[in-house]
């Protein structure tokens, strides 16, 4: 029996420079373990009048995890970072009670081509975390644990899995790899993995009972426990995951909740000024005028 529950292709959505492909949240599957958001970002070629300018804007409830393939951003917060990712590192910035953020092509390449393309992922907090004090963290490519298990090569972004521990500083027990392998191998770690778990392509393919699956599709697994699949040759993929919480998540916007009341009161104080500013910002994003905008788990 096929251990795949759900498939998910990548849908479009514009994010107001360029559109990215979104795979969580899903209509039949709001989250994966912990995991409220993912967009895969690009590729996308700028030109050199072209530069990604998201403005300040609020998160609560939640930590954002940056990962670049290609590019640079420029990150600046509310806690007064301000920090350039470029491939292979990590952003983690942990909005709790409430953080804003700006994200914009840096300085140096406004005036240039370039290229841009990585995912963008927000993991939801344990409830008895959700107001915390807002963090950053900026994790390198270097710090990260990478090994090989059969010619494949294992990375793991964030979280415990393997044994092994991600300098990333999470809150709750998940996971989050990258395999990559360049010859067809078959791969079984579903006794490494726990909690709920998703399979994101980003080239190349897999096969899993008989079926092929291609880039732009996320996977949901039935059983972590039961992960087992070919990874075809010159492919990437990611797996990501853990433990649910026993509360939904409520997501308006950039905000992510177990309560509806929380949500409500993030709304006020943004319309209200009243979040932290971003030095060096002076603009404003007005909450979004959409109907249906509520999602719940």
């Not at 409430?98 to 841009?116: A, D, F, M, N, Q």
């Not at 392998?181 to 399979?199: A, C, H, M, P, Y």
């Not at 409520?250 to 309560?259: K, P, R």
Request: hydrophobic content about 35%; some cysteine; proline content about 8%.
């Amino acid at each position: 029996m096929s251990n795949i529950s759900l498939i998910i292709e990548e849908r479009p959505s514009d994010i107001g420079n360029f559109l990215v492909g979104r795979l969580l949240p899903f209509r039949e599957k709001r989250t994966v373990g912990p995991f409220a958001f993912i967009d895969h970002m690009g590729p996308v070629a700028l030109k050199d009048n072209e530069n990604m300018d998201v403005g300040p804007h609020p998160h609560i409830g939640l930590s954002t995890l940056t990962y670049l393939f290609e590019g640079s951003i420029m990150h600046r917060d509310s806690l007064g970072t301000e920090i350039e990712i470029t491939p292979g590192q990590v952003n983690w910035m942990t909005a709790g009670k409430g953080i804003v953020h700006s994200e914009r092509t840096p300085e140096h390449l406004r005036h240039s081509e370039k290229h841009l393309h990585g995912l963008q992922i927000w993991v939801a907090l344990p409830k008895e975390l959700e107001q915390m004090e807002p963090s950053f963290a900026h994790i390198t490519e270097e710090e990260l644990p990478v090994w090989d298990i059969d010619g494949v090569s294992v990375k793991l972004i964030a979280g415990e899995a393997f044994g092994r521990k991600s300098p990333v500083p999470v809150y709750s027990p998940l996971y989050f790899l990258e395999l990559k392998s360049t010859d067809k191998k078959k791969l079984s770690i579903g006794r490494n993995l726990f909690g709920e778990s998703g399979l994101y392509i980003l080239e190349g393919s897999i096969e899993s009972d008989g079926n092929t699956f291609l880039p732009k599709q996320l996977l949901v697994a039935k059983d972590s426990s039961l992960c087992e699949f070919i990874l075809n040759e010159n492919s990437v993929v990611y797996i990501f995951g853990g433990e649910p919480f026993p509360e939904p998540r409520h997501i308006y916007w950039n905000f992510v909740a177990s309560s509806p009341e929380m949500i409500e009161d993030a709304k006020q104080r943004w319309t209200n000024r009243e979040f932290p500013a971003v030095p060096g910002e002076t603009g404003f994003v007005p909450l979004p005028d959409q109907t249906g905008f509520n999602i719940k788990k």
